[in-house]
């Protein structure tokens, strides 16, 4: 923002500089890079990313909309500009977050969207770059930074200086290694704090647990804590599982690693394997049959049971769900032994069949 700050020009920008400076004085010095197991390709993504985000699409799109509604209108006083800066700061917040939930949740739950925002998941180690780990066309339509155009442009300038830097602040932290929350789940007289900060602003146990590998660790949920600042949304509309647990794993199973560039520059590139959701021609099929599958499970083990009917993983869930409305069920075995779990996906008693398969 081009925009003068309590007197000082550009103090936005310094400010959220200061505070990704801080995550990576932060995670060096609790040894956390030097553990990293990150590739080149990880840190291409994340820092390159980064990068590009900050300095060429943002700036790209936010001088996009202050051209395009310079040219259409001729207001001589921005709409916003006579507001409280606190006004502004709660209507650009509130609605930014509204719309980041709505598009990360669309981005879990449509298959193009899901290509795009992929790689954020493919990352096996969280930390605050992750933040920025998506495919660019991601970017570029995201309703957020078109909405800090439209804010901007309409006269909230400072207020969405502001709100950049409490939403680096929260971000940030949520994806990174330092886990502030930790201290507040250790001592019980600091629990209620715990729970009344957790159900106002996305914690790191929140965040975390949407990266983690898979619900079956009784932390993790990859399809849901889909929120941004608030977890507000979360709470509003069924989507919240609270933890205060961190998964022992990350990343997204059955992972064909493909190369930086085709999870950066897709859809221009494509993966060349044709395992990859994301080479050309790739359709998950209907793996669903019309017979239940005997299995042996065992007392007190925790399993997925594929509810979308693309699994290749029959009766269990592969991960192929991802990019539809659908979630695997998860289930404890409460006895050990065999049992006929549902393939047809019409049970009334899933995941357990009940004959549906037979009308
Ligand atoms: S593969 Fe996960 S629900 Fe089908």
Not at 215 to 236: A, E, H, T, V, Y
Not at 295 to 323: I, R, T
Request: proline share 4%; hydrophobic share 40%; glycine share 6%.
């Amino acid at each position: 923002m081009v925009e003068q700050f309590f007197g000082i020009p550009n103090i936005d920008f310094y400010l959220v500089i200061s505070i990704l400076m801080f995550f990576v004085i932060i995670e060096i010095i609790g040894g956390y890079w030097n553990r990293s197991e990150r590739t080149f390709s990880d840190w291409i993504q994340e820092f390159g990313g980064y990068l590009v985000l900050g300095t060429l699409i943002k700036p790209a799109i936010v001088m996009t909309v202050l051209l395009v509604g310079n040219a259409l209108t001729s207001f001589e006083t921005a709409p916003l500009s006579g507001n409280s800066i606190w006004l502004n700061l709660l209507l650009y917040l509130l609605l930014d977050d509204l719309l980041q939930y709505w598009y990360h949740r669309s981005a879990h739950e449509y298959e193009f969207l899901w290509k795009l925002h992929r790689p954020h998941h493919q990352a096996e180690e969280m930390g605050f770059f992750v933040s920025y780990r998506n495919a660019f066309l991601y970017y570029i339509i995201m309703p957020n930074i078109w909405w800090v155009g439209f804010i901007t442009f309409m006269g909230g300038a400072k207020a969405v200086a502001l709100g950049l830097v409490l939403k680096q602040l929260i971000i940030v932290s949520s994806h990174s290694t330092l886990s502030y929350d930790k201290i507040l789940y250790k001592y019980s007289f600091l629990r209620p704090v715990a729970f009344i900060w957790e159900r106002i602003f996305i914690t790191p146990a929140f965040h975390h647990a949407h990266h983690g590998k898979t619900k079956r660790d009784g932390i993790s949920d990859p399809n849901g804590n889909f929120g941004n600042m608030f977890s507000l949304w979360d709470q509003i509309f069924g989507t919240a599982t609270f933890t205060r647990k961190f998964p022992e794993a990350y990343g997204l199973e059955n992972d064909p690693k493909e190369h930086w560039s085709a999870s950066y520059l897709y859809p221009i590139l494509a993966s060349d394997n044709p395992e990859s959701e994301i080479s050309r021609g790739y359709k998950k099929t209907d793996t669903t049959t019309m017979e239940p599958t005997t299995v042996e499970l065992v007392k007190g083990e925790k399993y997925l049971w594929c509810q979308c009917g693309m699994s290749k993983n029959q009766p269990f869930c592969d991960s192929a769900h991802h990019g539809t409305k659908h979630k695997p069920l998860l289930f404890e075995a409460k006895r050990t032994g065999k049992v006929r779990l549902c393939n047809c996906k019409l049970t009334q008693k899933g995941p357990f069949c009940d004959d549906s398969h037979l009308a």
